[in-house]
């Protein structure tokens, strides 16, 4: 095992066991806060794999986090799945439209492709609502749900067990990922993202390889949006709006195209700050988080190169001793 992957592995086991001993600490508003920061964590961190691993970029995740939400929403209230269930069905669903968008999508670049996928973003809140739809969609007033029971036998509150349960998928998903950008996808669809034209010429199939990275950010993205709705219990196409992409957009940049812990902070951001900027001023709320946000995209990129420079004059000094 390499020095990265025993790293990793450390760290991971640090945030579990954090996360396990705040579960028994918190509960009530927190609880369902930092469940939803986890949700927006992975959210960012399914569209960080598909802009930061194969190049591609997207204003239209937000549709694939509506439909993970109502995949959940739709089988619970129709009683097709249990609960727990709903996040693997909104994955695979997810995995398999965002593969079948990705095909035609992987002959665009740049901003069309961003333009195909905003269109995306903007026309599924309408569909959602359309009258042929609204027997299972629950039109524009939505779905409401039942609140998710705690088993007799965990001594938990209802805030804390769903907060248990978001984690563990989080993680999951997380160490999945992982899996696969340390491997031969990983590999691919960075030659794509550098070099495509050389990714080419070695024979990797361009298609293919984009398309798979556009299911799997598909899938991480929807199983964000069924967890989101066993969080809240409700389910709604005004919920889903442009606002949503663009703000995973700017949590990929805010976390850079590759870090893990990054996703947490860029999460930590967009789950915070606009109720922060909304006490500051009800008047001026927009104004104020957008200063914010270009303050952070911009400050990011500085702390980096300061943190690599500060590795390059630590290693010339260790090279000189």
């Not at 025993?6 to 009530?28: D, T």
Request: with cysteine.
């Amino acid at each position: 095992m390499s020095s990265l992957s025993i790293r990793v592995s450390i760290l991971a086991g640090i945030c579990i066991a954090a996360g396990l001993a705040a579960m028994l600490l918190i509960h009530g508003y927190w609880a369902f806060k930092f469940a939803m920061l986890l949700v927006m964590a992975l959210s960012v961190r399914g569209l960080q794999l598909l802009i930061g691993g194969s190049g591609q970029v997207s204003l239209g995740h937000g549709a694939f986090f509506a439909v993970g939400a109502y995949i959940s929403g739709i089988a619970i209230s129709q009683q097709w799945l249990p609960v727990y269930v709903t996040v693997p069905a909104a994955l695979a669903v997810c995995c398999l439209l965002g593969f079948l968008f990705g095909l035609p999508a992987v002959r665009l670049v740049g901003p069309y492709l961003a333009l195909a996928t905003f269109a995306l973003a903007i026309a599924l809140p309408q569909l959602l609502k359309h009258p042929l739809l609204e027997p299972w969609t629950g039109g524009v007033s939505g779905l409401s749900l039942d609140p998710i029971e705690v088993p007799a036998w965990i001594p938990l509150h209802a805030d804390q067990w769903i907060l248990l349960i978001t984690a563990l998928w989080v993680a999951l998903i997380y160490w999945v990922l992982y899996r696969l950008m340390q491997g031969p996808a990983g590999l691919a669809w960075h030659m794509l993202r550098d070099h495509p034209t050389a990714a080419a010429a070695a024979g990797v199939d361009v298609r293919k390889w984009k398309a798979g990275a556009f299911a799997v950010s598909a899938g991480a993205v929807g199983a964000a949006g069924a967890l989101n709705t066993c969080l809240t219990n409700f389910v709604s196409p005004d919920s889903f709006t442009v606002f949503l992409s663009l703000s995973l957009l700017v949590g990929v940049a805010i976390a850079g195209p590759k870090s893990i812990m990054g996703t947490f902070v860029a999460a930590a951001f967009l789950s915070f700050v606009p109720d922060m900027a909304e006490k500051i001023s009800q008047e001026f709320t927009g104004v104020l988080y957008g200063l914010v946000m270009l303050a952070v995209v911009f400050i990011s990129p500085m702390l980096g190169r300061w943190r690599h420079r500060r590795a390059l004059i630590s290693g010339d000094e260790r090279q000189t001793q």
